[in-house]
Every structure is written in C-alpha cells, then in structure tokens.
Antibody
Framework: EVQLVESGGGLVQPGGSLRLSCAAS????????MHWVRQVPEKGLVWVSR????????NYADSVKGRFTISRDNAKNTLSLQMNSLRAEDTAVYYC????????????WGQGTLVTVSS | QSALTQPASVSGSPGQSITISCTGT?????????VSWYQQHPGKAPKLMIF???NRPSGVPDRFSGSKSGNSASLTISGLQAEDEADYYC??????????FGGGTKLTVL
C-alpha cells in the first residue's frame, strides 16, 4: 500500500526556517517525481515544487523560488522541503504527492502537515 | 503562474448532472493533455478523479468524466449522489515545467 506521511510542521516566526519531511513507503520511491502542494486553510490548492526521480532536476512556484529548497534521499525514501525566510502568507497545510510521468498527475497524497508563520 | 479559473460553486439535485469548467491558457490547459481533477472532502487529502483529461483511475465511478476544448477543460458528474458533495480542483502541467491548480469549486448536492 502506498503511503506518504508528512512531518515537521509547526509554528515559526516570520523570517524563520522550517524543514518538512515526507516518508514514503509501499512503492519504489526512486522511480517517481515527487511534489509539494500547499493549501491555506479553507482556500485552494497551490503547487509549490517538484523534484525528479533521481534528484537531478527541480522546479518551483515563483512565490517560493529562492526561499524554498526541495530535496530527496532515495536511500531513505524521504522527500524534504527546506523553507527559509518564511512569511505569513506561507501559512498553509503542506502536502507531499507522488507525480506520475513527471507532472501529468498526482496519484497519491499524504495527509498534510500544518505550517503556521506568525509572531 | 496565474491560477486556472473555476466557478466558485455549483449545485445540483441527486440524479442530475453538473459540469465544472476549468479555463487556462495556451501555456497550460491548451498546450498539454495533462489536465487532472481532484476531489477533496473537508479535512481530507485530495483524491485523483480524472487524469490526462479523460481517464479515470480504477475505483472512480464512471459517473465522472472529463473533456477538453482549446484552453478549457471540464469535469462532468452525472447521476449526482450525496457523497459527491465536496470541493473539486483542476490542475494542468505548464510550459514552464510547473503545475497550476484552479481555484476550486464547491459542489453542493441539494
């Protein structure tokens, strides 16, 4: 059974940093692109970032470019998102999702982890 | 990276059909056949309902169907059921190697 479990969310002050993790199981992690998608509570989904199966290629939404870094450890089946210079508008539930064919679609999602940026 | 345009809300009675539109540009919806649709119930993670414009994953009822014309895609749900009440999001791959979601549509089953 495919499982994606996010962790690392919490309360952080503006300008601070946080590192999210996504533990994957039930599939060959190194065969898939992985993505981060966020959702402000009661608002819509917003794509954040993606990373190629071997980690050699990454892409970011303009809103996080230069502040967030996506990475992966295929030996540990773990996806990460390092978030720096956090802003109030980064407050959201962050989901990791498995991408099929790169970014054709997202077939499995984690349950999400809440990040709150506030003083 | 402007969000795709979806109606904020749609509604229908049980047994009826509804259609949710998703409008983008030639750089996303119109430029690729990588449009997918997701259903999200309150407090839950999104669930894939349609991929590659028209395809249903196994387990998704055939009451759900997708289509695309030009820069717009659509999700149609026929034979509405109470459990279909949820938020629905479209997404598309873009020419910038990113993905973009629609703003979401709240479906109310009357």
């Amino acid at each position: 059974e495919v499982q994606l479990v996010e962790s690392g969310g919490g309360l952080v002050q503006p300008g601070g940093s946080l590192r999210l993790s996504c533990a994957a199981s039930g599939f060959t992690f190194g065969d898939y692109w992985m993505h981060w998608v966020r959702q402000v509570p009661e608002k819509g989904l917003v794509w954040v970032s993606r990373i190629k199966s071997d980690g050699s290629e990454t892409n970011y939404a303009d809103s996080v470019k230069g502040r967030f870094t996506i990475s992966r450890d295929n030996a540990k089946n773990t996806l990460s998102l390092q978030m720096n210079s956090l802003r109030a508008e980064d407050t959201a539930v962050y989901y990791c999702a498995r991408g099929v064919g790169g970014s054709r679609y997202f077939d499995y999602w984690g349950q999400g982890t809440l990040v709150t940026v506030s003083s | 990276q402007s969000a795709l345009t979806q109606p904020a809300s749609v509604s229908g009675s049980p047994g009826q059909s509804i259609t949710i539109s998703c409008t983008g540009t030639s750089s996303d919806v119109g430029g690729h056949n990588y449009v997918s649709w997701y259903q999200q119930h309150p407090g839950k993670a999104p669930k894939l309902m349609i991929f590659d414009v028209t395809n249903r994953p196994s387990g998704v009822p055939d009451r759900f169907s997708g289509s695309k014309s030009g820069n717009s895609a659509s999700l149609t749900i026929s034979g509405l059921q109470a459990e279909d009440e949820a938020d629905y999001y479209c997404t598309s791959y873009t020419s910038s190697h990113t993905s973009v979601f629609g703003g979401g549509t709240k479906l109310t089953v009357l």
